[in-house]
């Protein structure tokens, strides 16, 4: 095996801070939006199958790379499931607005340091922060629960993000 194969100091901790450096993990809250196609979803327009105000239609969550200044996902290779009570949803990455559903998008890119911005490319570094709207093809009613599983490529442990709805749905609503 070359030389340069580990570059970083050895041991357990720091080999699996490496490893880790290609897992998601959420930041902050989960938002959640009722099925209602007029209006803007947290900031980009979304476009549901069946809108109903009375219902989950898409969520919002942001996420950074788990731990460590090491590693990148290429989020544009990021496979997005949906699943509420049945078989899991596929959903698709895109990049045109509006956010038609099923699918999923960046909404914004951030860095976590002050003066510094996120670069244009869709690769989830180190300091960086990507806002994802999710949307599936049939709206979540209330008391539902669903998860959505944010997979990188490769051996990277999934992200799943599961919530329930509230009994009364509101046009935004922290879901935790």
């Given at each position: 095996m070359p030389d340069w194969v580990h570059t970083f100091p050895g041991g357990l901790v720091a080999e699996s801070m490496y490893i880790s450096g290609d897992a998601l993990r959420p930041v902050g809250s989960v938002f959640g939006f009722s099925a209602v196609s007029s209006g803007n979803a947290g900031g980009i327009m979304v476009l549901y199958p069946r809108p109903d105000p009375g219902k989950l239609g898409s969520m919002q969550v942001t996420v950074a790379l788990f731990i460590g200044d090491t590693g990148a996902i290429d989020m544009d290779r990021l496979t997005a499931a949906w699943s509420s009570g049945g078989p899991a949803e596929l959903l698709?990455?895109?990049?045109?607005?509006?956010?038609?559903?099923?699918?999923?998008?960046?909404?914004?890119?951030y860095h976590m340091l002050p003066g510094h911005t996120a670069d244009?490319?869709?690769?989830?570094?180190?300091?960086?922060?990507?806002?994802?709207?999710?949307?599936?093809?049939?709206?979540?009613?209330?008391?539902?629960s669903f998860t959505l599983t944010l997979h990188p490529e490769g051996t990277a442990v999934p992200l799943p993000l599961t919530r329930t709805v509230p009994a009364k749905v509101q046009p935004v609503m922290d879901l935790g």
């Open positions: 698709h990455k895109s990049d045109r607005v509006p956010l038609v559903c099923p699918n999923w998008t960046i909404v914004k890119k244009a490319d869709n690769l989830l570094e180190p300091g960086e922060q990507f806002l994802i709207q999710a949307c599936p093809s049939q709206a979540v009613a209330p008391y539902q």
